[in-house]
């Protein structure tokens, strides 16, 4: 009765706490779309493929060609806290930073329809599972749900439909598809610039052109080139420093004083994750201050590797911003090392016009 369900504390089933976890978790499409390009690219692939249908939410596809899962796996595959990448708790420190410690396929398989076809270069033949909550389900009523041999090649192939299919209020607040679909190219391409010797595309479902296409051999600046135009790709200056001291390493591209545009383009990767920083932002938009136009801004490429034991570890998953040991001293030491770069740019060029 109403006094009943009122009256009483009970605990939620898992089943419910396990959804209400991953609808915090994937938030958007772009979110189980970055978690799955990070499996791939962990995956040791040269190659990714991704389709998407309705920006994402009703069909998000992403074929690789890395080492594939083992038939073995499958089972277990999308369990929480399921993974090949941490064993001990001291790895935490170094692998858990950007989230998911084996939690990613295990949410998405709770709020889409999510199913797999993976091989390994061991094995004769592909295999095929569907997924609901955690669990193996059969592709059919009726039918076994172990997974079944299937043609394929080696890699692996992993199709997500119906996102928030079970969240009818998340489900309804997405307008537009076209809106989760520029955020998918976003983080393709952010991918597609950072990681050399991959190849990437990325469409719409049943579109004959790529929303972006990388083939496997591009330079970085091809790369950039490729998603972000020539008119960036022929004013970059490169980027390069590492500190002892402060335990890190960073190299990227940014643009020089002849490039100028209204907002900042910031691809910043840490680890290799790509991640958001407002002080990392701020920070590089105030060197251009002196090089740009009022108003103007740059296009910064940056990786990033920091010493895992400096990172410190998110509280929760899906907090995309990091904080790092000595982020300042960090952050200072890479802004000289623009500043100085750009400045030699400047000053040759102020040259060459003058001679
Ligand atoms: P995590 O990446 O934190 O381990 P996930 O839920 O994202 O957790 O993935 C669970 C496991 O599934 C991974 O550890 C990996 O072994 C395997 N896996 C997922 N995607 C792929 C892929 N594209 N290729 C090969 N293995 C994969
Ligand atoms: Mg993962």
Redesign the pocket.
């Known amino acids: 009765t109403q006094t009943d369900a009122l009256g009483r504390i009970r605990a939620l089933s898992q089943d419910v706490v396990n959804k209400i976890a991953a609808g915090e978790i994937i938030v958007a499409p772009v979110h189980a779309l970055k ?2 390009l ?3 690219v ?2 040791g ?1 040269t190659s990714l493929e991704i389709i998407a249908k309705d920006g994402g939410l009703k069909l998000l596809q ?1 074929s ?1 060609n ?4 083992n038939r073995d ?1 499958l089972p277990i ?2 369990e929480r806290f ?5 064993k001990a708790f001291e790895d935490l420190t170094s692998i858990a930073t950007y989230g ?8 998405i398989s709770h709020i889409a329809h999510l199913s797999i076809i ?1 091989r390994t270069k061991e094995s004769s033949c592909a295999y095929k599972a569907q997924y609901a909550d955690g669990k193996l389900v059969p592709a059919k009523p009726g039918q076994s749900a172990d997974p079944k041999p299937a043609a394929g090649q080696i ?2 192939r ?1 199709t997500v439909e119906d996102l928030f299919y079970n969240i009818p209020t998340r489900r309804r607040a997405f307008r537009s598809g076209s809106e989760e679909y520029a955020k998918i190219l976003d983080m393709v391409g952010r991918y597609a610039v950072h990681c050399e010797g991959v190849a990437f595309s990325c469409k719409k479902q049943g579109d004959s052109s790529m929303g972006i296409f990388v083939p496997v051999n591009a330079s970085t600046i091809d790369r950039i080139r490729q998603i972000h135009g020539s008119s960036v790709a022929n004013e970059l200056v490169e980027v390069k420093v590492s500190s002892d001291r402060w335990g890190f390493t960073a190299s990227g591209w940014v643009s020089n004083a002849n490039y100028s545009v209204k907002r900042t383009t910031l691809l910043l990767f840490i680890n290799h994750r790509s991640v958001e920083s407002s002080a990392i932002k701020k920070a590089f938009e105030q060197i251009y201050t002196i090089f740009l136009p009022k108003g103007g801004h740059p296009f910064i490429y940056l990786s990033l590797e920091i010493d895992p034991q400096r990172v410190d570890v998110n509280v929760h998953p899906t907090k995309r911003e990091v904080n790092f040991l000595n982020e300042d001293e960090i952050i200072e030491t890479i802004c000289d090392e623009i500043r100085g770069g750009l400045t030699k740019v400047d000053t040759s060029r102020t040259f060459l016009t003058q001679s």
């Open positions: 978690e799955l990070e499996n791939s962990d995956a692939s992403i690789d890395g080492h594939g899962i796996d595959l999308c399921t993974t090949s990448k941490l998911f410690r084996g939690e990613a396929l295990a949410s993976t890699g692996t992993i």
